[in-house]
């Protein structure tokens, strides 16, 4: 408001430019999708219109049709959304025990061990691709959703305690006081006093974790062979020949792997906003 006053030039010029970033940065974000959700319903000849020409070429449904009637692509999204439930279950199950553990409990190596699940969370995937190939090939879990989900707990887990460590710190104490007054046990504590307290840093960490696993490439291109997710079998999409690529049906597909994150996010979002701001501020 001050410099409003003093020098109103400048102070609209500010603002102008600051929505003028803001249309930049929208339309640089939203441009490839909506080029993406155009091309899906577009015929395959289509595509080599002129950039008008395309945009105002007639609609059809086809390529979703074609999608849909693809066996292989029913049966990924089949596989996704098991590997990618079963692992955030898992993960959030564990991580809460861990997270409380680190968040509540002095004991040596607290720091240590934080510093090793934040170093595990952004370790390269394909470093450990060899010892991991090894591992669930030995236990007889290759091409299963359960060596899927081995696998996929290598990112989940970490993720997981990482996060909710920092939520459990600052939940106040008095909470565990009363409960253990009333003869609580730990893990009473936990399930009926902290796991409610905890939901919208739950909910956030399991939405961002089921993202990653269901988004996961390398690790279901590598330990699978005919039971694959759906961004495997996405990338395995091949037209007629091997010179036609289906652009309107890999167009097609994506979308509607896309927008069930979409529905997740707009579902959850007062949790997800409560649950990344939770434990940034002390009180």
Do not use: C, H
């Not at 959700?37 to 945009?55: H, N, Y």
């Not at 595990?120 to 010892?131: D, K, M, N, R, T």
């Not at 399991?206 to 291109?221: C, D, K, P, S, V």
Request: no cysteine; hydrophobic share 55%.
């Amino acid at each position: 408001m001050y410099l409003k006053r003093t020098n109103p030039t400048l102070y609209y010029l500010q603002r102008v430019g600051f929505y003028a970033l803001v249309v930049v940065i929208t339309l640089y974000l939203l441009i490839p999708f909506l080029w993406a959700v155009l091309t899906s319903f577009r015929k395959a000849g289509d595509l080599f219109l002129q950039p008008l020409a395309f945009a105002t070429a007639p609609s059809t449904l086809g390529n979703y049709i074609d999608v849909f009637a693809n066996p292989n692509f029913r049966l990924g999204l089949l596989y996704s959304l098991i590997t990618a439930v079963g692992a955030v279950a898992i993960a959030l199950l564990f991580g809460s025990f861990a997270a409380y553990a680190l968040g509540r409990f002095k004991f040596r190596g607290k720091s240590a061990v934080l510093y090793i699940v934040l170093a595990v969370s952004v370790f390269p995937q394909i470093a450990v691709l060899g010892g991991l190939y090894t591992l669930i090939n030995s236990l007889g879990l290759y091409n299963t959703p359960s060596g899927l989900i081995l696998a996929y707990l290598i990112f989940t887990i970490p993720f997981t305690v990482w996060v909710l460590t920092s939520f459990v710190r600052d939940l106040p104490g008095e909470l565990e006081e009363a409960a253990l007054v009333d003869g609580a046990s730990p893990l009473q504590t936990l399930f009926l006093v902290l796991f409610p307290v905890m939901m919208p840093a739950l909910v956030t960490t399991g939405l961002l974790a089921f993202i990653n696993a269901w988004n996961e490439y390398l690790f279901a291109l590598t330990f699978t062979s005919t039971r694959r997710t759906v961004p495997v079998v996405i990338a395995n999409y091949s037209g007629a020949t091997q010179f036609d690529q289906p652009w309107g049906q890999i167009m097609a597909a994506s979308i509607v792997v896309t927008i069930p994150l979409i529905i997740l996010v707009l579902v959850f979002q007062r949790n997800i906003v409560s649950g990344l701001t939770a434990g940034a501020v002390k009180g």
